[in-house]
Each structure stands twice: as structure tokens, then as C-alpha cells.
């Protein structure tokens, strides 16, 4: 399997195509490689030049990323952005981007895996994007805790970068929506959601949901995005026949 031949896998995978005009994400190839065969694929939350360094030590011949190099406008190459290049150009090893897609696919998508994690049925779409829902709500039956519903999308028992306890001590409706989605919660407001989980915190959304009385998570950018690219690895394990690798490189934000 080449990297055009994992390409097309993936954007009917994902629907990458759905997302061209609301993503400012170059979602797909962002660097390509010779022809040869892809044997081994690493993949990782972010393009840093750490992540390019692991797979390039790991042999891998691709590096599938949920947060890419290019974002909605020419940039010069210089400083970091050269060195990143130059890592995978000479490691002669392909970069695979996909950022809003990953977000919203209904099951290997971060927010779909949120919801598993959560245990929420009902699931159906929520967190309009320019006209396209990107993560999940659904309800808990019966209730849980707050406690109990940080430590199911936590559960290494890390602390959330940000709790608002504004809500019911138990909580049945949830909604998900991953990374930094923090305005999202005036929607989980309008919707009658008692627990809202995303990615990053926000001071402007403060007193709008300590005003509305719902609880709202901040458990991480990275802690929230993970997922997905974990899930997307596991597929093409199965499917394409390929080694893969996670490179686990965490912020803490």
C-alpha cells in the first residue's frame, strides 16, 4: 500500500470530502513520500517535530496526525515549520492530516468515542460547525455522579483543566463536543444538557453556565483528542494489513 492508495481509504473512511469548505485544516496528504510501499504507520495527536522524530525512529513510512502542518493560508518555511519538513522529507516519510473530519465521525470519531466512554445512549449529533454537528449528546441511565462522568472520559483519574460544577450532583443529559469547543456549552445550554464535556476552558463561558446551572468539563485538549486517532490506527491495523504505532505525546492542555 502506497500513501495514494491510503489516502482513498481513509477519505471514504472519514468523508474528508464533506468537510473541504468548513475545515480550515489541509485535511489528507500534507507531505508525500516516493512510491514504496507503506509497511509501518505511526500516529500521533500533533505534527511536532517530537512526534516525526518517535516515527521516524520507529521506522514508520507515515505519519497520520489529527492537528497537520497547513491551516487555511500560505505560510513561509522557516523556523519551526522548516524543521518539521526537512524531518519528514528526509526521512522520506508522508504527513496524513485530518482534523474536523476525525472530530465528527460517528464511530471512530473522538467525540463518538467520548460517548462509548461515557456510556450515553440516545446518541445523536449536537455542536453545530458551520452547519455541521461535530460531536454528541445523548442521556445516562440511570444517572451518574459528576465525579463518576470525569473519571469515565478521565480514567486515569487525571484532573480536568477546568470544572464548573453549576449543575445537578447526578447527570443524565451529556453532550460532547472535543477540543476547544468551550462556546459550544451556550448550545448544550439551549438544549437542556446538565453536563457539558469539552476540551478547553474559556472565562467568557463562565457565567453563562453558572447563570444556567449547568455543569461544564474542560478535561483537555489533548486528553479529549486522542481518541480518535487511536481508533483510526486500530481500523487500518485491521483493514489495510499495515503495522501501526501511537505515539503518545501528551500536553496537558
Known amino acids: 500500500m502506497d500513501i495514494a492508495e491510503f489516502n482513498t481509504w481513509a477519505s471514504a473512511l472519514l468523508d474528508i470530502p464533506r468537510f473541504a469548505k468548513l ?20 500516529f500521533a495527536v500533533d505534527a511536532c517535530a517530537e ?21 487555511g493560508k500560505p505560510v513561509p518555511v522557516q523556523g519551526a515549520l522548516r524543521g518539521r519538513l526537512s524531518e519528514l522529507l528526509s526521512a522520506d516519510m508522508a504527513l496524513y492530516a485530518c ?46 455522579s459528576l465525579d463518576e462522568a470525569i ?40 438544549e437542556g444538557v446538565e453536563l457539558y464535556i469539552t476540551g478547553e476552558p474559556s472565562h467568557s463561558i463562565y457565567h453563562e453556565a453558572m447563570e444556567a446551572g449547568i455543569n461544564f468539563v474542560a478535561a483537555g485538549h489533548y486528553a479529549t483528542e486522542v481518541h480518535g486517532v487511536k481508533a483510526v490506527a486500530e481500523r487500518a491495523a485491521r483493514e489495510l494489513g499495515i503495522q501501526t504505532i501511537f505515539i503518545e505525546y501528551p500536553t496537558g492542555l
Open 23 to 42: 475545515d480550515d485544516s489541509l485535511n489528507g496528504i500534507q507531505v508525500g513520500r516516493s512510491g514504496t510501499p507503506i509497511r509501518k504507520m505511526a
Open 51 to 71: 512526534s516525526i522524530r518517535r516515527a521516524r525512529a520507529a521506522g514508520a513510512q507515515a505519519l497520520f496526525v489529527h492537528h497537520g502542518l497547513f491551516w
Open 151 to 190: 473519571l469515565r472520559v478521565l480514567p486515569a483519574g487525571d484532573a480536568p483543566r477546568s470544572l464548573l460544577p453549576f449543575g445537578p450532583k447526578m447527570v443524565s443529559r451529556v453532550a460532547v463536543v472535543s477540543g476547544g469547543a468551550a462556546f459550544e456549552a451556550l448550545q448544550a445550554i439551549t
Open 99 to 144: 482534523h474536523l473530519p476525525l472530530d465528527a465521525h460517528p464511530e471512530v470519531g473522538n467525540n463518538a468515542v467520548l460517548a462509548r466512554m461515557l456510556g450515553l445512549r440516545d446518541v445523536e449529533p449536537f455542536g453545530e460547525y458551520h452547519g455541521v454537528r461535530i460531536g454528541f449528546k445523548g442521556r445516562l441511565d440511570p444517572a451518574i
